[in-house]
């Protein structure tokens, strides 16, 4: 069964199998509007929600990636934005219309098949096809996108991939990437990949010649900014003093505390290392070597934010 294809089962399929692609099934409709209530098949994306629901200032606490099926997000839970305030995608079905494995048609809630319903919530596609789910959506405003992420490099870019697994190869590691082994990278880029991003360039050096290129890694609000940002960011004086200024703030949150112990490795760690994990990972990006998840309440924030005291006391 293929909802919007993000799982292995349903983006996979084998010799001799059967794959039922629920695509088509893709309504969204409104079924009433002072409830809320939107019925949307089951073959529909994440996307074509947030499409159809916009306009009318509702959404529907869903993935974070638009091509994710709504039938398999929610029959396994389905953790969202609005996850916090409005519970898991499954939390907000009121009903749905659920095909068996002999070929009936049969309305799950709370109130019809109760069991089936309870079932389904939680027990993925093993009870049945579900062709429609009743949601209660949520009034929302203010629907935007974050920033957006880009690499640049300062000569020409020769080719480049989105795919990790193409970077790294199937059994690669980051140090022996497949890549480069071999000259070019496929292009490849889009939902449903490991991601990264690398860059190739050509240069041809004579004897003697160096050369300068230039990586850059941003973000930015839009797509105006990207481009004036890697236009800027890729030439020599410009990204020389972007560096500059970026050494220049590191330098004075990391020199602030200097500690000497008897281990010169514990030194290492303490001085620098450890204060950067703690601002540019726990603090700024939420995620860490041994707690991606990020810091969340008063207790590791309050850890974290201690070890910055005299290193960005503001
Ligand atoms: C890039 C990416 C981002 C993601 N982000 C999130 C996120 O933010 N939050 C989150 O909770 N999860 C997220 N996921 C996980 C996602 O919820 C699961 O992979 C989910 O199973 C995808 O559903 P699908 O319909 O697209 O997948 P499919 O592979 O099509 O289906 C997955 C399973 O559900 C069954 N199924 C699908 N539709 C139906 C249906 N209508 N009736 C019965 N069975 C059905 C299929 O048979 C299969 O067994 C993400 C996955 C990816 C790849």
Known sequence: MRGGGHGFPGFGTNDGGVVTDLSKLANVEIIDKERHLVRIGGGATWGQVAEALTPHG??????DTKSVG?????????????????GLALDNVAATEVVTADGEVVHASAEE???????????????????????????????????????????????????????????????????LTRLGLSGAAGPGLDPCAAITTEITLAPGEAREVIFALG????????????????????????????????????????????????????????VYQVLACRVWARSAFYQSGGAYGFRDQLQDVMALVYSAPA
């Open 113 to 179: 098949n109760p069991e089936l319903f309870w079932a389904i919530r939680g027990g993925g596609g093993n009870f049945g096809i579900v062709t429609a789910f009743d949601f209660a959506a949520h009034p929302t405003t203010d629907v935007f996108f974050g920033k957006i992420a880009f690499a640049a490099c300062g000569p020409q870019i020769h080719s480049v991939t989105a795919n990790r697994t193409e970077f790294l190869g199937e059994h690669g590691s980051v140090s022996r990437p497949a890549a």
């Open 58 to 63: 509702l959404a529907i606490s869903s993935g």
């Open 219 to 274: 973000q930015a609000d839009s797509l105006q900014d990207v481009r004036r940002l890697i236009s800027e960011s890729t030439q020599s004086r410009p990204a020389r003093s972007q560096l500059k200024q970026v050494q220049e703030k590191w330098d004075g949150y990391l020199s602030a505390l200097q500690v000497t112990t008897p281990d010169p490795a514990m030194d290492l760690m303490l001085n620098r290392w450890l």
């Open 70 to 86: 709504v039938g398999g997000l929610t029959l396994t839970g389905g953790i969202g934005w609005k996850v916090r305030k409005y």
